[in-house]
């Protein structure tokens, strides 16, 4: 579901498709903009974690928000 209507979505797609870098090639810079939304995303599921909770929890924990389901 989404509340952004179409042509705002393909605006935003348009400048993120029209994104280069000096050193990188578009595909590249899109890459690193989404791992860095991926980054960005982990720290504040990460920040909303119970405070004490062990290493090992806190990655059971951060795997399950993030993935949907249970680290086996």
């Given at each position: 579901?989404?509340d952004?209507?179409?042509?705002?979505?393909?605006?935003?797609r348009?400048?993120l498709?029209?994104?280069?870098?000096?050193e990188?090639?578009?595909?590249?810079e899109r890459?690193?903009?989404?791992?860095q939304?991926?980054?960005?995303?982990?720290?504040?599921?990460?920040?909303?974690l119970?405070?004490?909770l062990?290493?090992a929890?806190?990655?059971?924990?951060?795997?399950?928000?993030?993935?949907?389901?249970?680290?086996?």
């Open positions: 579901m989404t952004t209507p179409p042509e705002i979505e393909r605006i935003m348009d400048k498709m029209a994104r280069s870098g000096e990188r090639s578009r595909g590249e890459f690193v903009m989404g791992a939304m991926f980054d960005s995303a982990r720290e504040m599921v990460k920040a909303s119970s405070p004490g062990s290493k929890e806190q990655r059971r924990q951060l795997f399950k928000r993030l993935y949907g389901r249970e680290l086996t």
